[in-house]
């Protein structure tokens, strides 16, 4: 018989943070966005609820949370507007929805959600993925709800390098959740407003199923968080639940062997993971990660900094 036990990680992103580069008020601002998410997953997931319900209310809170590059507090394109991505999937069935550049739904896990759910694919992007939105009755906002006068500030500084510079410093402020529920049923959920001065459409790995986001029951539901070009190449997420359905690996030596493949390629970030045994992963190669879990029966965890 399955545990009765149930099990929720949460990112905020990876990247640049250290106890010198982080105020005390965003410190304490991140901490609290982080207990807030924790607080969401977990009254669906002791209830009962499906780890599905747990991951997307988790990244609702924190696409609201300016502190994080998701929704509210996305960073800007080079044209100072926002273009959003997540994408969401049930290890159950292995279903899937993911929306990329969209505009107006304030929480694009939601609108991934309802791609998943009401429409007979898996990947929506740009203008359609908007007006199916505004079709399915998501919940919409202006397009300045979504932008912060930092965020604004990180082009201004971005662009003040000149027409080639690329956000080599990012702070990787995607966020995610992964979860476990009573019934040993695994979920993921990831949500990103991509990096700053990106041009072209540019769309990482946070919505693409197998490289950002994956949940499987016979392996493991992953989020991921980091430089996305990298993830993408080597389909991260789905990599490290194949490892750990096929060859048997357990689950953190799969994630710490792919974000070690990841780095021999120049890249950074990391990962959350669970498995259907509700054990918690989490494995990064950057000075920090945002970072929190909660599992029946423990104590929760928060931490931002790699020394935590």
């Known amino acids: 018989m399955t545990d009765p036990r149930w099990t929720l990680v949460i990112h905020g992103g990876a ?44 990244v609702r809170v924190l696409e609201d949370d300016p502190h994080f590059n998701a929704g509210r ?21 292995r279903r899937a929805g993911a929306v990329a550049g969209t505009r107006s739904a304030r929480h694009p896990v939601t609108l991934a959600r309802a791609v998943m ?22 919940e919409q906002a202006d397009a300045d709800w979504f932008v912060t006068d930092e965020r604004r500030g990180h082009l201004t500084e971005l662009k003040a390098r000149g027409d080639d510079a690329f956000d080599v410093d990012m702070k990787y402020g995607t966020v995610g959740a992964v979860a476990c529920d009573t019934r040993g049923h695994v979920a993921a959920a990831t949500s990103t407003g991509g990096v700053t ?9 946070s919505p693409v199923i197998g490289a950002g986001t994956y949940a499987d029951d016979r392996g493991a539901a992953v989020s991921c968080t980091g430089a996305g070009e990298f993830f993408l190449r080597v389909g991260a997420a789905g990599e490290i639940a194949a490892r750990a359905r096929l060859s048997g690996t357990p689950l953190q030596q799969a994630a710490d062997a792919v974000l070690a493949d990841i780095a021999a390629m120049g890249g950074r970030g990391g990962i959350i993971a669970t ?3 509700g054990e918690i992963v989490l494995s990064f190669t950057t000075p920090g990660m945002n970072r929190a879990s909660a599992c029946s029966g423990d104590a929760r965890s928060i931490a931002i900094y790699g020394d935590e």
Do not use: Y
């Open 275 to 277: 498995a259907p045994t």
């Open 73 to 93: 507090g996305a960073c800007l394109t080079i044209e100072g507007t926002t273009e959003l991505d997540a994408a969401i999937m049930d290890g159950r069935d």
């Open 117 to 138: 759910a009401n429409s007979p694919h898996v990947f929506l992007a740009g203008k359609g993925a908007d007006e199916f939105g505004r079709d399915e009755g998501i």
């Open 15 to 58: 990247g640049q943070m250290t106890r010198d580069t982080v105020t005390a008020e965003a410190d304490a601002g991140t901490r609290a966005g982080l207990s807030a998410a924790l607080d969401a997953g977990e009254a669906i997931l002791s209830a009962g609820g499906d780890a599905i319900d747990a991951v997307e209310a988790a």
């Open 197 to 205: 001065g990106k041009r072209w459409g540019r769309i990482g790995d």
